[in-house]
């Protein structure tokens, strides 16, 4: 069983910056894709962007040239850069991670965009 922990959430100003974190813990294999979706009030969960153990990367439209995602393989960590941030990228944001065939889910972490 994969376990899977966020953090760096929080409340930024519009154009300011935050990097999440999230930690996988339980995994004996290399987990192929981990990345983050997010949901905002009233709205349907969405890709923000995923990768590889091999580095390839998948980004929404809406995030592409301002959100960077990365990961440490040796750590079992993925990251999300965030930067110049909008209001419309308030939601709550989960870790995701794809292993065996399996997908797995963090419990999330609040993002407000906000003056």
């Known amino acids: 069983q994969v376990q899977l922990v966020e953090s760096g959430g929080g409340l930024v100003q519009p154009g300011g910056s935050l990097r999440l974190s999230c930690a996988a813990s339980?995994?004996?294999?290399?987990?192929?894709?981990m990345g983050w979706y997010r949901q905002a009030p009233g709205k349907q969960r969405e890709l923000v962007a995923l990768?590889?153990?091999?580095?390839?990367?998948n980004q929404a439209d809406s995030v592409r040239g301002r959100f960077t995602i990365s990961r440490d393989n040796a750590k079992n960590t993925v990251y999300l850069q965030m930067n110049s941030l909008k209001p419309e990228d308030t939601a709550v944001y989960y870790c995701?991670?794809?292993?065996?065939?399996?997908?797995?889910w963090g419990q999330g972490t609040q993002v407000t965009v906000s003056s």
């Open positions: 990768i590889t153990s091999g580095g390839y990367t």
């Open positions: 339980g995994s004996r294999s290399s987990i192929a894709t």
């Open positions: 995701y991670a794809y292993l065996l065939g399996n997908p797995y």
